[in-house]
């Protein structure tokens, strides 16, 4: 029993003076397992007579348990100040301003939509949303598409299947949030509405994905000539030019009557493309005044409303403003590509400031 006193004292020093969780482990095993110093003494507990046996045994199994607790306490301690050593050595701090590489830009896309939106919004436009996944009333029908117009096979994009059986699609293009803007406002407005649009089509001037803008004014007496006046005035603050001869193609689109087609002026000089001067044209967006039958789809009067509308592929657009030669790498999401063509986070498109810093 003396023997017992001072294994107990020597042992308990030992755990206390483990110094981490693995020299804790260590005297745990020399301890408690399977050869430890306690498990020994135990197996030798069968030598002694019965008496002297329970005896011994009553003191071997409280000092086991003693010495299981010592081991769990120290490995408490041991870890409670592990993490309060890491949290003083490994602090951060949250006050530092952010790292400047790798610098994050903006993409062309976003920033020739606030382009547009400083835009038309200086106009007097709202911006409206609408969904990708749009129904075919909206992407079709109230468009003076019926099912087997021809004007169909060019939208060839993607389909949904639904619970209620009524086809779901990805919008062909933006001129949805047009039918959507008519059911929920009060003329007159104006609006545009940018977003992603799709189409089943991909080759090296076609991305499945790309994007529009739409816009719709609508009022009592909007006539050819507000259009003209509109779309002008955005092409010269858009390309940043004092005057950018602009030409109306007569065209079709089955949502607008008249059609037309707008190009503005360019030339192209070795390579370099020059909006506003010269003497090509090229093409710019697809415009014309909203079809009565559009308008007798949404239930609003054709003798009582008319108004224009207008729809731009901002891929295009950003590629004729900032010269970017191929429309795939836009949704490559290569990181060189982004840092050369995008834009400072900070530099937020303005008519007052500059549009394209
Ligand atoms: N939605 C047409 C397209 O994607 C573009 C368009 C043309 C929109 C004329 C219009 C418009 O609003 O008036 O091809």
Known sequence: MEDVGQLRSQLLAEIASAGDLAALEQVRVATLGKKGRITELMKSLGALAPEARRAAGQVLNALKTELADAIEARRAELERTGLETRLATESIDATLPARPEPAGAIHPITQVMAEIIAIFGAMGFDVLEGPDIEDDFHNFTALNIPPEHPARQMHDTFYLATAEGASKLLRTHTSPVQIRAMQALKPPYRIIAPGRTYRCDSDITHTPMFHQVEGLWLDRATHMGHL?????????????VGDVPARFRPSFFPFTEPSAEMDVACAREGGELRIGAGGDWL???????????????????????????????IERAAMLKYGIPDLRTFFESDLRWLRHYGFAALDVPSLVEGLSR
């Open 228 to 240: 003209k006046g509109c779309l002008i005035d955005f092409v010269r603050r858009f390309f940043e």
């Open 283 to 313: 093409e710019i967006l697809g415009c014309g005044m909203v079809h009565p039958k559009v308008l007798a789809n949404v239930g609003l009067d054709p003798e009582a409303y008319q108004g224009f509308a207008f729809g731009l592929g």
